[in-house]
Structure formats: C-alpha cells, structure tokens
C-alpha cells in the first residue's frame, strides 16, 4: 500500500536527448495527490516531451520517475498507465468508434469489464463532459471542442491517479475554448491530480495551485501562480509572459 | 507483323472501341448487373461487327503478296527437338533447315516467328505468318478449319516410361494411369480416343515438363511423337527410355490456312524436289541421328495426299459454296477475318465453365491463405524483433522479385528433389497464397504504417499492450483503407492463376488455349475466356465496393438511432 502522505508522483534528473538535441535537462518535480500544476514556457520548451516522459511514450534518457511510491519501469508502463490519463493537444480519437465506444475501449479490452458495465459507466463520463446525446456518434461528426471532451471522458474512463493534459486547448477554435476549460476546472473541483502542459494563462492562474516555467528544458522558476505571473523572478520568464499576455 | 493495310484498319478501330466502352462501363453503378443489361451486350456486339471487316477485294492470291515482299514468314514454337529448338541465340532443327530449303525453292527469304505452340494458330488466322512449320501433324480435325502441305515427316506416338517400369509395356497399359503429353498434341488425342479420363492426361506446355513428372512419379509415362521422345531422351532424360514402338501413323506438314491453293501448290512442288534431290536425306541424317531409308521416302510418297487435296479446296472455294464457319471471308481476298461463332461458345461453354470454376477456387483458395500470411508477415515487418524483420524482408523480396511462373514450377518440379511430392493442385495453391502473401503484406504494411502514430500512442496511453492496440485501433482502421489495393491484388490474382496451367492445371485461360486450337478459331474462344474472366472480376470489385460504403462510418446515415446527426 502506497503511503497516503507520500507523493504521488516524483520526478528526479528527468533528462531526454534527441540525437545531439538536449530537450530535458535535470527536471526535478514532487506532485500530491489532488495538486493541479500548470506547465508554461514557449513552444519547444519541452513541456509535452515531460508528460510523455512521465507515460514513457518517450523513454528518458536519464533520471527516474517516481509514481505512487514505485518507479516506472518499462515492464510496469502497462500497469502504470491505467493511473495515468493524457489528453493530447490532437484528440487523438479513434476514429472507426463511436464516442461511447472510445470510452468503453479500454474498460473492455484491458480491464476486461463486461460490455453493459463499461457502458453504463461511459454514458456517465459523457455527461460529465456534457455530451449525453452524442454517444453514438463518431468522432468525424463532432467538432473540436466535442472530440476534446470525449478525449477528457476517455482518459478518465480507468479512473486514473493521475491527468496529463498536453496542451488540449492549442488545436481548437477559439469560440470552442471555454467549453473543455470548463470540464477540466470541473475535473479540479473534485480534487483531480492533474498536470497542464497549456498556453492559458487565465485558466493556470484561476485552477492551478503551482506554476513551472520550462525553458530550453529546464524548470527555470516555479511557484504560486500569483507569484509567478505577477512578479516573475527571471527576465525570461518576464518576456515570455509579456509575449503571451499582450497577444 | 506484315503490312497490310487492313491489319491497319483492324486494330485502329478495336482502338476506337475501347477508348469509347471502357470509361462507360467504368461509369456503371453497380457494374454487373450492366452483364444482364442489354447496352453492354450490344456495346460487345460491336466489337464482332468490327471485328468483321473484310480489307477490301484483293485478286492477289497470298503467294503473289510473298513473292512482292520478297520474304516468306513461318511461325514455329521452339520447344521441340530435334524439329525445332533454340541454342544460344541460334534457331535450329530438322524444320528450320526444311523451311529455309523451301524458302530458297521459292526464290523467297525466309523470316521466322518464333512463339508459343498456343499461339501459332493465331497467328496463321490473323495473318501474322504465312505458314506454320512446328512439327505439326495432320489430322482430319485441324484439316476441317486449317490446310496442310504433302507430308514431310513420318510420325508417330510412342511411350516414355522410367527404366525398368515393367507396368508400362504398351497402349493398353496405359489405361487408369497417369500420363504426360504436350498439351493439343496427337498424343493427347490419341490417349482421349483410347479412353483415357482427360483428369488422368497431365498436359504440358513443354514436353521436357511431362518427362520431368514422369521422373518425379507424378506421371506414371509420357506420349510424344518418336523423333522428339527419342532426342529429349538422348539428351536429357537418361532416366527414361522407350516402349511399346509407334502406335499412331502421323506424318507431319506444313500447316496453311485454308483457300491458298496456290501457295501450297508452290510449297508441294518444293518438298517434292527437296525430298528427291539429296537434301532432305541430308538434313535427316543430321537431326534425326539414323540413315533415310528408301521406305520412309517411298512411304512419304504413297501419302502424299494426306495433306489438304487441291481439288476438294478449289470447289469450297468457289463463291457458291459456303465459307467455313470460323475462319476466313470471301474467296477473293487474303485478309485477316474474325467473326464470332455463338455455336461454337455454346460448345465451348461447359468446358471453360469448368476451368472458370477451377481458377475461382484457386483464387478463393490462395486469397483465405494469403491474407492472414500478409498479414502476419506485416506485423513480423514492423515488430520491433529485429530476426523477425529479417525473415519478413527476405520472404517479400524473394517471393515479389521472382516470377510466379518460376515459383510454381519450383514447388511442382524440384520440391520432388527433396522428397516433397505434391500434386498440381496443391503446388498451385502454395505457390499462388505465397506470392500473394508476399504482396498483401506490402499493402498491409502500407496501411498500418499510414495510421497516425497518435492512434497507437493514445491506445498505448490507455493502458493497452501493443497486441490490443494492433488488435482494436490499428488494424480496424487499416483494413479500410486496404480494402481497394487488396481488391487489385484479388483481381490481378484471379488472372495470375492462369499461370498454374504450367503443373498441367486445366483452369480457364489453359482451356480457353487448348479449345482455341483444338476448334481452330482462338478470336471466338479467347473472347468467350475474356468474358468470363469479367463475369468473376466484376462482382468482386462490386462486393468490395459496398463494403467500402459500409465501412465509411463518417458519412454514413445510421438508421439505427432516432435523432441522426447531420451529414
């Protein structure tokens, strides 16, 4: 049994190099359960290649991650990821499979919960990102925003520890923003542990308790979102945010 | 081919029809049912009407046309010493210094076109030779469409059996056996006639494969004519040997089409000196390894009206009598003629119905197979084990970069070296589901390595193994998009399996050949063959296109549910 008390998740030397390209350099972070911590810094900062580090979509090159107590292993991943849930910046539905299937997918096929269960549970996720209606239809007749909550209610639909979101609003119209801002303020009302790779600067200072700055793949400042976007300490961080704020 | 002003014609205006019926057809929705419709069979109509076009009257006889050109043109397949066969780049035999001898009597050049035994009679029929000279022999069957020279070669069947085979001594031992022949031969006709279950007549293209079956036991003896049993066993197949003597009296000719009297008045006249003055004693002596005996040119002589009689050819060739059904026109002109019998389809029918069935469960066959083989093969490709992707290469490279023909001649003829045994059908099967594997994994792979590796991520992201992900995103989202790739690969399959005729198959395409010479008219066969290879392709193409329609989830109305979301 997992300490209560321990960190959900600890990142410790997180380094990842692309051929002669360092991405990661030295990340270090401690996650408890219920925190909400959102992920800034500019494109090619590094900020998806940590959250596919932490799922070992990407393998690192050095450091270890720390999740409920255990390390990650390659032969743990399978297990780990049932209490990891991404949500990634292109959906990524599956496309032949209705919006409820997409949800069901993995009960089914991976917890081996039978089809009535599963779908009984998926028809729930669905309304809470809101989409009751839309659990037949496929991923091609919903727009993005829709796709995006479905993506949301897939993820959670293993009930996971953990939420990685890799910038989920970036893809969408503007008019169809708030919709999935709202299913994820939602998600941290209920006490959801998530971390938030995003370029929303209003939603991290509203919803998160911890802000990180990544820059050239490092952690260069991190702190209360207060602190963080009112009296930045780096100029980096300064001028990102003056790029990101006048936009 | 020769000029011929008409040929011209002939070919502009099949030209013309399938630049103006085929992106019709293509157009039709759904395609086969257009098979019952009444425009596609007057749109085929049409192309008998064209077919049928007389090259205006011309007086010429086909002789004075050899002479102006000054060459005289012989096809002849060069698959049969001691007659005829190619060395190096060198074409040789008893023929071909007879036919250049009868060319030198003419005062002409001789030009020879070398092609399949299927294939000569086509050519004499469509003009592109004046005369066959293939060991060729008379028989009253191809006399009734075609004409023969006097008799140049005495002949006759004999039997080929493994040294010692005691069980084969004569004819009649033959019955209930298995018996190699080359396909539309005397040989063939003569087992036919003695009774012999055609399924138990393996025919060949190419005698040396039937004297190859016989060596592996798949053949219990092989018939041929003595001079090319006695040569290919001289110089091949000391494994074998001779039996029983001749049971057949054939004599060879020069084969000619039909109403060209003068012609082969010319050409008699030649054999006749050839045969007195020294040269054809000479030539026999050559080819044939034994000393002409006076009793071969005496016997020559005594038959030499075995080929077509003068007589009886100028009174059909009068305009009062009917012209022959299947080939040639009017009496006035030498010209290529093709008219579509329907009699003669209507015969032909319930034997390439036959081999129409054969090649569809060939291909039904290596299809089950070959599938789920590309398939794994596909996913051994792409495993991350690098021996697994070794092997995989290996398999696709060999496979795709031999031809099929060789393959299935492989698993027929030399597996029996390393003690495996199959019999025709099941080495057809093997050859035709392997090379089709070997091209159905390359669109598989194709197929999965086009699915956004975002699918695998966000499966892999789920907690799936890479098995489920395969199993339950992957491959559902490839096997739509392979469905119109694999549907060519079927189609081209389906006509590939006519390459299996090679291990003595009779499916369609080898039925359509061997009618198509036994009834001395390949227009009308061949054209009854194309069809039916329609009537298979078709449904199938249809089939897979509603499967197509069914599996576009996107734009497909569902009916199951009230409220249906907009198109």
Redesign the interface.
Known sequence: MPDTDAPLLILNGLCKRFGTLDVLRDISLTMREGEVVGLIGASGSGKSTLLRCI?R?ETPTAGSVRFQDREITPESV??D??E???V?Q?F?????LTALENVT??PR??LNIPAERAESEGHALLAQVKLT?KA???P??LSGGQQQRV?IA??L??NPALLLFDEPTSALDPELVGEVLEVMRDLAQQGRTMLVATHEMGFCREVAQRVLFLDGGRILEEGPPEQVFTAPKEERTRAFLARVLNR | MLPDPSQEAFTSSLRTFYVSALPRVGRCDPIFLQLTNLRLWLSLMSIAVLLHCPGGARAQSSLDGIRQRGELVIATDATYPPFEYVDGQKLLGFDVDLGNEIGRELGVRVVWKQMAWSGVLGALESHKCDVIISGATITDERKKTTAFSRPYFPSGQTIARRKGDTTVQRLQDLKGRRISVQEETTGQYALQKLGVPKDHINRFDKLEDGLTDVVNGKSDAAVADLPALKESLRKSYPQLELTGGLFTNEYVGVWMRQREPELRDAINRALGIILVDGRYARLYQAWIHEPLTTGILADLDKNRGAGTATDAEVDRASPQSAPPKTMGGSSTDNSPHFTINSGLIRAALPDLLRGAKLTLVLTALALLIGIPLGLAVALARISPATPLVWVAKIYVEVLRGTPLLMQIYVIYFVLPSLRINLDPFTSGVIALSLNAGAYISEIFRAGIESI?T??M?????????YG?AMR??IL??TV?RVLPPLTNEAVALLKDSSLVSVVALSELMRVGTELATSKGAPTTIYLAVALLYLCMTLPLTWVVRRLEEKYQ??SRP?P??G?V??A
Do not use: C
């Open positions: 799922n979509l399978n297990l990821r049932r990891i849930g991404m990634f292109r990524h539905l599956f496309p032949h997918l993995a096929k991976v209606d037949d239809a496929y091609a007749e993506a897939r993820a639909a293993l | 956004d975002g699918q991520e966000a499966a892999r992201s789920l907690g799936m193994t489920l339950w995103v559902p989202q739509r989830p996107i569902r199951r549910k409220a979301a907009n």
